[in-house]
């Protein structure tokens, strides 16, 4: 039989011949399925999938915002001067890595566990205590009561807040870039990590007094932003201005050296916003997502274009420093309402934001605050307005599928004082305790260590005075010789004229 099988195939063609393997694992296979079709299925419930999902977006949110720092580097080191690109690039770099060892040490537990209206006294330091996440609300059990809301593994959730602690900390090196010392700028970003960020975030976002009196930010113009630009305004305040900044009444410009990577960075800052305020839904919100990253992307544009439009005729060039500067202002200012507004909203939001940057840079430069890269015109001034925008321009509870609770309908859309007012206090508490403790911070670094680096060493740069290494290998041997003859012309360099005092 088997013989005249084989006579039987050698008379088929080659395309029939072909056939006979494929019709067999088809038999085999339809056979298997049809036995497995009996056994019981297993697989992960609705509940499992909407946790991992839900974890997912919000890990996939951190990785953007982390990336942050990338455009913090790249965008301060443009702005600045090429002899302390190193100096830029090295404190940019440490400070998430000492953000990261503060905030799971200390600041995740202050922030967030329970405990009473200014601080979390649970503990919850090193991340530990009791916690049953992913569980929601009443069926949450554990220290971190404030984070019940989200349903994601309490890793996630550290993880997210974390990139958003070490965002606050970068704000500052950006104002007090070329003349600090380096080791003042990371004992001060560990105590604004540690202690002060957190203090103040309690207060919001750990369910503390703002959080109980109606106070709304949704992804941090107050809690990250201005926190960040209070310090750095302090910091910009007892450093005092660079040396030739400000002479006989004048102010001196001192251009960035490279501006094709400023502008890179405020492009990977404005792509880690869609981290930054849709990742702050903690959930795979399909809605909620794309309207936040609608409201987000409409004001950074639209402050970029205001930025543009007012340098243009007030300063009489469409400065490019202006409009990154403006971008970045739109994008501050709808990280507190980018939930609660329409896209028109946004687009008030951004057009405002973008008009403040421009004359907020020119004031502090009149009242000799030097910031070398505008970091509180932007974070800090564009933050306050951000956070008084929700209480004019929130459409109210009930309009949109994730807005059920949260701020009132705004005073522009009639809604009256009722959100102002908290908006209001929560600026002005937030930059007073800020103010203070970090005043307390600088001052006390002032004393102890002193904050600024030697005038010999300013002059010749921070990257060989502090880190005995260059970002452009040939330049100090190039440029050494006339860019301290060119210090001394302005009477900045020559011994006589050197004043220290820090």
């Given amino acids: 039989m088997f013989k005249q099988l084989q006579i039987a195939i050698k008379r088929l063609s ?3 011949q072909a056939c006979i393997p494929l ?6 296979t339809w056979g298997y399925v049809a036995v497995a079709q009996d056994a019981p299925a297993a697989g992960p419930t609705t509940a499992e999938l909407k946790v991992a999902l839900d974890t997912l977006w919000v890990a996939i949110a951190a990785f953007l915002v982390f990336f942050m720092n990338a455009g913090f580097c790249m965008l301060e080191t443009g702005f600045c001067r090429e002899k302390n690109a190193v100096n830029v690039l090295a404190k940019n770099l440490i400070v ?39 569980a929601t609300g009443d069926a949450y059990q554990g220290i971190f009561s404030s984070l019940n809301w989200t349903g994601v593994p309490l890793s996630a959730k550290f993880l997210f807040q974390l990139v958003f602690a070490g965002t606050a900390a970068t704000i500052v ?20 990590v540690g202690i002060a960020y957190p203090i103040t975030g309690h207060w919001i976002w750990g369910g503390g007094w703002l959080a109980k009196m109606g106070f709304y930010d949704f992804a941090g113009s107050t809690v990250v932003h201005s926190v960040g630009g209070w310090a750095a305004l302090m910091g910009a305040a007892f450093l005092g201005p660079r040396l ?92 507190a309402p980018c939930a609660y507004v329409t896209v028109g909203g946004a687009f008030i939001i951004g057009l405002v934001a973008g008009i403040i940057v421009v004359f907020s840079v020119t004031f502090f430069d009149r009242i000799k605050i030097d910031d070398p890269v505008g970091a ?52 002005l508490s937030v930059g007073g305790i800020t103010v203070l403790v970090s005043t307390i911070f600088w001052l006390a670094l002032k004393s102890t260590l002193g904050i600024r680096v030697s005038p010999e060493e300013e002059v010749v740069g ?20 006339s860019s301290i003859q060119a210090a001394g012309d302005r009477g900045i360099s020559k011994p006589g004229n050197l004043t220290s005092g820090f």
């Fill in 173 to 192: 090196s950006g104002a007090v870039a070329e003349r600090i010392k380096f080791v003042d700028f990371l004992i001060f970003s560990v105590l604004l």
């Fill in 23 to 28: 019709a067999t694992l088809l038999v085999l």
């Fill in 96 to 134: 998430f890595a000492l953000s990261t060892i503060a905030f799971w040490a200390i600041g995740f537990g202050l922030m967030f566990s329970d405990g009473n209206g200014f601080i979390g006294t649970s503990g919850g330091f090193f991340l530990s205590g009791a916690d049953n996440s992913p």
């Fill in 244 to 335: 030739g900044k400000y002479q006989d009444g004048e102010s001196y410009a001192m251009p960035g050296h490279n501006m094709s990577i400023a502008t890179l960075g405020c492009l990977v800052l404005w792509l880690g916003w869609f981290g930054f305020n849709p990742g702050s839904t903690m959930a795979a919100d399909a809605n909620a997502i794309t309207h936040i990253a609608l409201t987000t992307n409409m004001a950074g544009a639209v402050g970029g274009v205001a930025a543009t439009t007012v340098a243009w005729l007030y300063l009489g060039k469409p400065d490019l420093s202006m409009i990154i500067n403006g971008i970045l202002a739109g994008l501050v200012a709808i990280t």
């Fill in 376 to 427: 509180t015109s932007v974070h800090l001034l564009c933050g306050v307005w951000g956070t008084l925008a929700v209480g004019l321009f929130s459409v109210g509870p009930g309009v949109y599928s994730w807005y059920t609770s949260g701020p009132a309908k705004g005073l522009l859309l009639g809604g009256g004082f009722t959100q102002v007012i908290p908006q209001v206090v929560g600026i």
């Fill in 462 to 481: 921070l990257d060989i005075g502090e880190h005995g290494m260059e970002a452009y290998s040939g330049f100090l041997k190039e440029a050494r010789g």
């Fill in 14 to 16: 080659p395309s029939w």
